[in-house]
Every structure is written in C-alpha cells, then in structure tokens.
C-alpha cells in the first residue's frame, strides 16, 4: 500500500484546508485510518482516525469540534477537513492504514504516506 497525502499550505488562523491521503496499490477499504502530525521540536502525535468502514471517528481533544476524517472507500482515499485552524495547528501531517482497527498510537498503523506541511499564521 501506497500513501500520497497532499494539501497542505499555508493558511490564516481562522481559515480552513482540507488534507487528502491517497492509496494505491492496494485496497485501503478494509483498513482503519488514521491522521498524525509532528510539530517541531514535539513528538508526532495523534489527530484523528476512521474505521474502515467510516461509520466511527476519532479525534484528539485539541481538534475535536474543528477538524473531521470523512473516508471515501469508493476512491480509496481519506480526508482531513480542517476549520477554525490556530497556530498551533502548524505541523507536518501524515496519514496511515492499519489492518488491525483504529490505533491511536503509531506502532498501531502498518503504513504511512510522506507528510505534507500545514502552516497556520496568526
């Protein structure tokens, strides 16, 4: 499995984007997914994350009520919509699949995408 995520930028404090995570090579429909970003300087952490078949989300208390994780298993990929965004929402984002249900730890996931980098400016 192959992961491209993509849409990331720079963006005012207030302002939206919406992250995109591409699979190929293989089916991602029967996979839990799930979003990290890493902060200089801090650990990767944990955002948000979907079972497979979309029907349960998850997300950290610091974006809960601002970013949702709508997955379209149709065009094997997932999404990271992303509203009402702070500074401290800047930070690399990396997506990832994982066989074995939704982690919200790293080693929980079996593949990951190269990250894309969202800049919130105040």
């Known amino acids: 499995v192959q992961l491209q995520a993509s849409g990331g930028g720079l963006v005012q404090a207030g302002g939206s984007l919406r992250l995109s995570c591409a699979a190929s090579g293989r089916t991602v429909s029967r996979h839990a997914m799930g979003w990290f970003r890493q902060a200089p300087g801090i650990e990767s952490e944990f955002v948000a994350a979907v079972t497979w078949s979309g029907g349960n989300t998850y997300y950290a208390d610091s974006v809960k009520g601002r970013f949702t994780m709508p997955r379209d298993n149709a065009k094997n990929t997932v999404y990271l919509q992303m509203n009402s965004l702070k500074p401290e929402d800047t930070a690399v984002y990396s997506c990832?699949?994982?066989?074995?249900?939704?982690?919200?730890?790293?080693?929980?996931?079996?593949?990951w995408g190269q990250g894309t980098l969202v800049t919130v400016s105040s």
């Open positions: 990832a699949a994982g066989g074995g249900g939704v982690g919200f730890k790293i080693h929980d996931y079996d593949y």
